[in-house]
């Protein structure tokens, strides 16, 4: 008797850089490789469009619906999969959900909630008493059509322990299933190196609710010009890190992005990973685990959190031994020369993590093909 073959429709952002929707990528590839028939209908970048009209009348939606009927027609679907960053496209996703009468699984990679009471936004308007009714008009609407879609799905997904607390709010089938790293493509290797690196990569969009300046503060009172840093980011916060290199005397070297390929070496070259946070508060950031801790995993390097969350990242460099969730510069100079005299001794710095198969993207799309399962029985 032949198998069932289930077929999944994967609805998300566009697929671009600098992140190429990993999460998305490996769960597409490890259900076709299982037998699944995997159809990722990922948002094409022609529809979109820039300013909040634009956003407030749904347009991306409605054009994002319009594609999907043209390119998915009679495609068969046994259950309709949506992944994403705040909102976009769950509204599509529940309405085909509804006109195919299919289970909706909704991944939620960010929520609302977790930028606490200011919120994150990448575009504001020049009147800033308007642009606060705007922002405020369009997070009441979003997060109640977001938990419509929310209570019609079977199951919801999502990053962190405290992700999966708030959303349990709105639908009790949900699930906390961890970004991780790609064990094909992320390997421990002593990579030797003429040089210590503190090796920042990722997006930086602004230094409010991620700064260096702790890290900063403490390579100054080392004094080590042997030490240097690296920021692999984008350009939005060049200046203001320059400026504060320039002010605490740190030897800094910013880059571009780089492509996903060079990732690997240059994770296995740092002698630091440095991760960037923020101390969780009440009205402040909740929850967020960025993806580059999942790969200083993969690689084994000793990485350093500045400053500590003290909640869901700091409870994970804690159980995984992923080096120092940091609360005061004494703490990181400590960290930060007991990693040089390593690296003076062996050329090269490695650290003894734990638990780190729970964290690969192979065992995330195991656990994402058994929450299938269980409520797609056929």
């Known amino acids: 008797m032949q198998p069932i073959k289930r077929h999944l429709l994967i609805l998300c952002e566009a697929i671009e850089p600098p992140a190429y929707s990993p999460r998305v990528m490996s769960l597409a590839k490890y259900l076709t490789r299982q037998g699944w028939d995997c159809q990722l209908a990922a948002e094409p970048l022609s529809i979109r469009r820039d300013g909040w009209a634009d956003v407030l009348s749904q347009g991306r939606e409605k054009r994002y619906y319009q594609y999907l009927q043209e390119t998915i027609q009679d495609t068969p679907v046994d259950a309709i999969f949506c992944s994403t960053y705040h909102y976009f496209p769950l509204p599509t996703a529940a309405r085909l959900a509804r006109e195919k009468n299919v289970p ?25 008493c308007l642009d606060k009714i705007v922002k405020r008009l369009y997070d009441c609407h979003m997060l109640r059509q977001r938990n419509r879609v929310l209570r019609q799905a079977a199951a919801v997904t999502t990053v ?22 790609d064990e094909q493509q992320l390997h421990p290797l002593n990579v030797l190196s003429s040089t ?33 840093v690296d920021f692999y980011t984008g350009s939005e916060c060049a200046e203001q890190l320059r400026q504060m ?18 990732i690997e070496t240059i994770l296995q070259q740092a002698s630091i990973l440095l991760i960037l946070g923020q101390k969780a508060t009440p009205n402040g950031t909740h929850g967020i685990m960025t993806t580059k ?86």
């Open 160 to 181: 962190s322990p405290w992700h999966q607390q708030t959303l349990q709010a709105y639908n009790e089938h949900t699930y906390c299933i961890y970004n991780g790293f």
């Open 104 to 128: 909706l699984f909704v991944d939620l990679r960010d929520i609302r909630e977790q930028w606490g009471k200011e919120g994150f936004y990448r575009r504001s308007l020049s009147c800033k």
């Open 293 to 378: 801790f999942f790969e200083g995993l993969g690689v084994e390097k000793p990485q350093l959190l500045v400053e500590s969350d003290n909640e869901c990242l700091a409870q994970a460099f804690k159980y995984t031994n992923a080096g120092l969730a940091a609360t005061s510069v004494e703490e990181i100079k400590q960290f930060i020369s007991a990693r040089y005299q390593e690296w003076l001794t062996q050329g090269v710095t490695r650290q003894h993590v734990q638990h780190k198969d729970e964290f690969t993207r192979q065992h995330q799309a195991q656990q994402f093909e058994q929450l299938f399962l269980s409520l797609c029985q056929k």
């Open 245 to 262: 290199a320039a002010r605490y005397h740190v030897s800094l070297t910013l880059h571009e992005y780089v492509p996903r390929e060079q």
């Open 196 to 228: 210590f690196r503190i090796v920042y990569l990722g997006q930086l969009h602004s230094l409010k609710r991620r700064n260096p300046q702790m890290l900063f503060e403490a390579l100054s009172e080392i004094n080590n010009p042997s030490i240097r």
